[in-house]
């Protein structure tokens, strides 16, 4: 058949022929992709019509892909759920015998914290304390967690003994029970959080799939309850895109109730919207964000003040971590470290100010950049900043505190190779620490070949952050700003194509340079606002 513009066709045409022609295709635009699209039938076809997928659309694909790679993640740690007949008189136990958490690299930190935390006991986290800590150094401990975590943590034990109580449900041992309920809940968090990606990557939906399919997920989404952060982090990202500043805010103070990172997300939305003249916006966002970190706290402080502050003391208490670049200066030089050597208990005072200036430093820095950048940066590109500057400043990098920088990174630069490369290195730091806990003795790997592996891992994170400031000062080669549309910012909500509008009292040196490749005081044209406002 022939329509009225001579188009020759096998069949019937049909009536709707409107066509997506503004999305990433990464068939055709990612080498990569290219490559992986040969194996179901290769790039999408040339005149092919965009987004009419009648079931398989690009959101459910990745939620597919998603639920794929989480089941990786759960058989990587299912080793550490087996059973054997250890226990009084023959009876059923965990099996950790040989050291299994390690040499089978399946450690998660949700089966120890079962007891340790005395979540087998039924107990409620913040009130009920327990002594721990050798003669003569004796400290009396409660739930280290964040309220938001340490109420998710109660939630899943009081399920988990109720599953275990009824006998017509499947049994096992309590605490394999507990981390299946556990590892559910932080499955659909983490959907959660590719589904919020996906939406903000706007036209570049197919980025999302790096989120689902990251290396990271199977190593780390199980390892502890960040998951939950990071939903709360991408849906106050998202909604302030769809510009829903309250929401926005609420989202992340539930995320910094739960792990304290979502919070630093407002630093970059305050200077964006310092420099567009929108800061009632922020005000708005993290007035809520308060309200909402109040409101799940104050319960708990005035019921049990001293288990409540058992998350900050112990922060304030620890040493570096084994990660941190102070303990890798450490490990290759002998070094003692900024407060040289320190009792059991002691607190590490010039560690913490040293650390906590150094991330000051580098806030004010993304503050700077962000100010004075010719064209505006993107709000992700600034997050990711800054959550990257905080966990290389920080004396504590959690091995899976890499998910937060996941969603961040692939929405601030996405581009593919690149960020698997990143999360691939970053995967496998996880094989020689765990060597490295398994001990010499035992036939494991010395300190330094963990800490060298630290040591790549940083110098990647420092390589993307490189890139992300490369492509703040040259927004042409921003792969979001580019494919023939003018966009801005697809996550910026109220600040998407807004124009500069700084206050008068801001200096010269904190405004936008003006070179003439772009005027930041007019709004490109023909912005699709595609942050789903």
């Known amino acids: 058949m022939t329509d009225e513009h001579g188009v020759v066709s096998a069949g019937p045409l049909a009536g709707d022929r409107r066509s997506a022609d503004d999305r990433d295709l990464p068939s055709r635009t990612d080498v990569l992709s290219a490559q992986l699209s040969r194996t179901f039938g290769g790039p999408v076809g040339r005149h092919a019509l965009i987004g009419r997928a009648g079931f398989w659309t690009p959101m459910r694909v990745i939620l597919a892909l998603a639920v794929v790679f989480l089941a990786f993640g759960w058989f990587a740690k299912a080793p550490c759920i087996q059973q054997a007949p250890n226990g009084p008189g023959g ?153 829903r500043p309250v929401l926005a805010g609420v989202l992340l103070g539930l995320g910094g109730a739960t792990k304290l990172y979502p919070l630093f997300l407002l630093g970059p939305l305050l200077v964006l919207c310092l420099r567009t003249g929108t800061v009632r916006h922020w005000a ?110 920080n004396k504590v990098w959690s091995p899976q505190y890499s998910l937060w920088l996941v969603p961040l990174a692939v929405l601030a630069l996405p581009h593919r190779r690149i960020l698997l490369a990143w999360m691939a290195i970053d995967a496998l730091v996880w094989v020689p620490r765990m060597f490295y806990y398994l001990g010499e003795s035992n036939k494991g790997l010395p300190e330094q070949w963990f800490t060298g592996a630290v040591v790549l891992r940083d110098l990647a994170v420092i390589g993307l952050c490189a890139l992300v400031l490369r492509e703040i000062y040259r927004p042409g080669e921003d792969l979001v700003r580019q494919g023939g549309y003018e966009i801005d910012d697809p996550g910026g909500g109220v600040l998407d194509g807004a124009p500069d509008r700084p206050p008068r009292w801001l200096p010269q040196w904190l405004r936008p340079r003006q070179t003439g490749a772009w005027s930041a005081a007019t709004p490109p044209t023909a912005i699709r606002n595609s942050g789903g406002a």
């Open 284 to 393: 708005k966002a993290t007035g809520a964000a308060a309200a909402s970190w109040v409101a799940v706290n104050l319960p708990i402080l005035l019921l049990y003040p001293r288990g409540w502050a058992e998350f900050f003391r112990l922060n304030t208490s620890r040493h570096a971590d084994p990660d941190s670049l102070y303990n890798v200066v450490t490990s290759f030089t002998g070094w003692t470290g900024l407060d040289g050597v320190l009792a059991a208990g002691e607190r590490p005072s010039v560690l913490n100010a040293v650390s906590l200036l150094l991330f000051a430093a580098v806030c004010l820095g993304v503050g700077y950049v962000a100010l004075t950048a010719e064209r505006r940066p993107r709000f992700a590109q600034l997050a990711f900043l800054i959550v990257a500057g905080f966990l290389l400043t």
């Open 91 to 243: 009876a059923p136990g965990l099996d950790w015998s040989g050291s299994r958490q390690y040499v089978a690299m399946c450690y998660s930190d949700t089966v120890p914290l079962y007891g340790a935390e005395r979540l087998n006991e039924g107990a409620f986290p913040y009130k009920k304390s327990w002594v721990e800590g050798s003669p003569g150094s004796l400290q009396e401990r409660y739930m280290e967690y964040p309220v938001v975590s340490g109420l998710y943590q109660y939630f899943s034990m009081r399920i988990a003994k109720a599953w275990d109580s009824a006998t017509w449900l499947p049994g096992g041992l309590q605490v394999a029970i507990y981390f299946n309920v556990v590892a559910f809940g932080l499955a659909l968090a983490w959907l959660v959080t590719v589904w919020a990606t996906a939406v903000l990557a706007s036209r570049r939906v197919w980025d999302a799939a790096l989120v689902a399919c990251s290396p990271l997920v199977i190593v780390h989404v199980f390892t502890n309850f960040d998951p939950l952060a990071t939903a709360f982090a991408a849906g106050g990202m998202l909604a302030w895109a769809r510009k």
